[in-house]
RNA sequence: GCUCGGUUGGUGUAGUCCGGCCAAUCAUUUCGGCCUUUCGAGCCGAUGACACGGGUUCAAAUCCCGUACCGAGCACCA
């Protein structure tokens, strides 16, 4: 994943495994944040975020490991690294900006002893004290003049076997040392905690511990997407029916695209490609689509989609045609397409009177408008150089007769159109490339084929 | 306000630490050609970038200073 290297990332080529912790991953938070309820209640991880070649090895819990966040603490106070420390949270913040130490940094180890042993026994309240760092009061970024390592809280843990606990570390101290105790070497977070290593320093220079390797990465933003990626916006246009739900294919979600016949593997590889740059990066739907490409391209057959066609006539043709299931397959079979009396095309495909154009798979007609008839396609007969030396334009078609009905759902809105008579054979979830028009993942069949399918459009 | 990052073609990226082999890599996009009964794929080709201004140097994408813009942190959230 690190495709950068960075010179001290080196040293650890040869670690047979390196432990990769990420920070920051994409789990979703939902509900309302209650700044008072204690630990956050943390979801598991939702079915969607779930990728290829994303394995988690072990999961382990923070909340499973307070006493030994204890016995660290008491450590670092025996060392001198922290202090216990009542000044009102803004007081304190006033202090620190201006560089200043609160009269609680100097108190001696014996009394820090005593009052963390009180903290951890649950005899303060929220907000009434805490563990700091002793880091360097008039550090020149104000972000990591000592802090806090451990606080108050009195809403009891909903997990029941962490329940007692009420002196809880914060994420920095935490993760600080589980990272060095589970021998994690590398950590991936994003630029947001770019702080978070500093300060954890101090922690391990304490210990003498040796820092891990982090590599830090920005926001990802998604091209080709009017709506913004951002969680709450999504979800209140869900609620207001803007959007038909976290799968419409005009949200930005990995289960819109999901539902729209990319595989994640095309996502992840996309992704990867962005690399780890800390400054904020775009990825290119097309890059996606070229990814997904490779993908699907080998194993989609061939069908024919029209949307809004326009009926013409044919006249004096065979009545059928037999285009290929795959042109790089032979062997797959050819599809049966009947001609019968007229079919549909689209309306930009339909030539000025007088001209020809070759349908696909079945042959060169030209477009005959009689004084006092009905336009119609009449069959020339014409060989295949008249595509290949004359610049007759090959063009899709349906029957007009016995064409399936589809709906084409796309990232602009839907389209209606008919597909050939074979698209019967497909089911949810098979993915086909209407010619011409694009791949798209079948989304729903109906119990009785003449009522309208349901696809999706995946890309070009 | 204080602090920390970042800025290479439309997009992403390599190169920056250790200046020269960088008239700048690769992918994608766009355009064109070949091939193909479309699209796609494949093959060939083209367009297109070192944020700006100074400085150091024989030599700067690379080092230094400044400016602009973008992002982040300065919480008893994670």
Excluded at 35 to 61: F, K, N, S, Y
Excluded at 388 to 394: A, D, K, S
Aim: aromatic share 8%; charged share 35%; hydrophobic share 35%.
């Amino acid at each position: 994943m690190a495709s950068r290297q960075r010179p001290d990332a080196r040293r650890h080529r040869d670690v047979q495994r390196p432990l990769r912790r990420l920070d920051a991953v994409p789990v979703r938070r939902h509900g309302p944040r209650d700044e008072t309820a204690g630990p956050r209640r943390l979801r598991r991880h939702p079915r969607r975020h779930r990728l290829p070649r994303v394995r988690t090895d072990e999961v382990i819990r923070a909340s499973d490991r307070v006493e030994t966040y204890y016995d660290h603490a008491r450590e670092l106070v025996d060392l001198g690294g922290a202090y216990t420390c009542s000044c009102e949270a803004g007081a304190f913040s006033d202090m620190k900006n201006s560089g200043e130490a609160c009269p609680h940094r100097e108190k001696d180890v014996e009394t820090v002893r005593e009052e963390f042993e009180a903290m951890v026994a649950g005899e303060y309240e929220s907000g009434e004290m805490v563990l700091r760092v002793r880091t360097d009061i008039d550090h020149k970024n104000p972000a990591l003049r000592d802090f806090v390592a451990f606080r108050m809280i009195d809403t009891p843990h909903p997990r029941e076997e962490a329940a007692e606990y009420r002196a809880w570390p914060m994420l920095d101290f935490q993760s600080g040392i589980d990272d060095h105790l589970t021998g994690v070497t590398h950590i991936i977070r994003g630029i947001d905690l770019q702080d978070s290593a500093k300060r954890q320093r101090f922690v391990y220079d304490y210990f003498g511990w040796e820092y891990p390797e982090v590599v830090h990465w920005g926001k990802i933003q998604i091209d080709a997407y009017d709506v913004k990626m951002s969680t709450s916006t999504i979800r209140s246009l869900v609620e207001s029916g803007d959007l038909d739900g976290w799968d419409d294919p005009r949200a930005p979600t990995l289960a819109s695209v999901k539902r729209r016949g990319i595989r994640g593997e095309a996502v992840v590889d996309a992704i990867v490609e962005l690399g780890t740059s800390t400054s904020d990066v775009d990825l290119a739907m097309s890059t996606v689509y070229a990814k997904n490409r490779e993908l699907v391209d080998d194993e989609s057959d061939r069908r024919f989609l029209v949307r809004d066609g326009a009926a013409i006539p044919v006249e004096g043709g065979p009545d059928a045609a037999h285009p290929p299931l795959h042109p790089d397959h032979e062997d797959r079979g050819r599809r049966d397409i009947p001609v019968r009396d007229a079919v549909l095309v689209e309306l930009e495909d339909v030539p000025d009177v007088g001209e020809r154009v070759w349908l696909k798979g079945y042959g060169c007609v030209r477009y005959e408008d009689p004084v006092d008839g009905e336009a119609s396609f009449v069959f020339t007969d014409d060989d295949i150089d008249a595509v290949r030396e004359e610049g007759v334009p090959v063009i899709h078609w349906v029957p007009a007769a016995e064409s399936v009905p589809v709906t084409l759902r796309t990232m602009d809105g839907d389209v209606s159109g008919h597909a050939e008579p074979s698209f019967r054979d497909y089911a949810p979830d098979d993915v086909v490339q209407f010619e011409r028009v694009g791949f798209a993942r079948v989304d729903s069949v109906p119990e009785d084929a003449a009522e309208e399918h349901v696809a999706y459009y995946t890309h070009p």
